[in-house]
């Protein structure tokens, strides 16, 4: 089995800074991707940022500048450096870890974290 752990969230004023982290372990051959994705009250998850294995990275347009994802491929974690945060960014953050699992690593398994709390408020 392959355990996703995120930590990091927490309440924040505007502007300010959060990093989130995450980990991914278990039965794992090999990572593809990595991600963050968040899901705010009443709306859909949508994709935060996401790198892949060979270090290409992805942005949700709203967070350009403001975020940075990072990862360390042999730890297979991944952190996501906030800044300028602002209230739109309250959400549950989710990390994502895209996997060739050990047992077969022809296929490719997602799976996710418990999701921590992001809140941007004064």
């Known amino acids: 089995q392959v355990q996703v752990v995120e930590s990091g969230g927490g309440l924040v004023q505007p502007g300010g800074s959060l990093r989130l982290s995450c980990a991914a372990s278990?039965?794992?051959?090999?990572?593809?991707?990595m991600g963050w994705y968040r899901q705010a009250p009443g709306k859909q998850r949508e994709l935060v940022a996401i790198?892949?294995?060979?270090?290409?990275?992805n942005y949700a347009d709203s967070v350009k500048g403001r975020f940075t994802i990072s990862r360390d491929n042999a730890k297979n974690t991944v952190n996501l450096q906030m800044n300028s945060l602002k209230p739109e960014d309250t959400a549950v953050y989710y990390c994502n870890a895209r996997i060739r699992p050990t047992a077969s690593p022809g296929r490719i398994d997602d799976y996710w974290g418990q999701g921590t709390q992001v809140t941007v408020s004064s």
């Open positions: 790198i892949t294995s060979s270090g290409g990275t």
């Open positions: 278990g039965s794992i051959f090999s990572t593809i991707a």
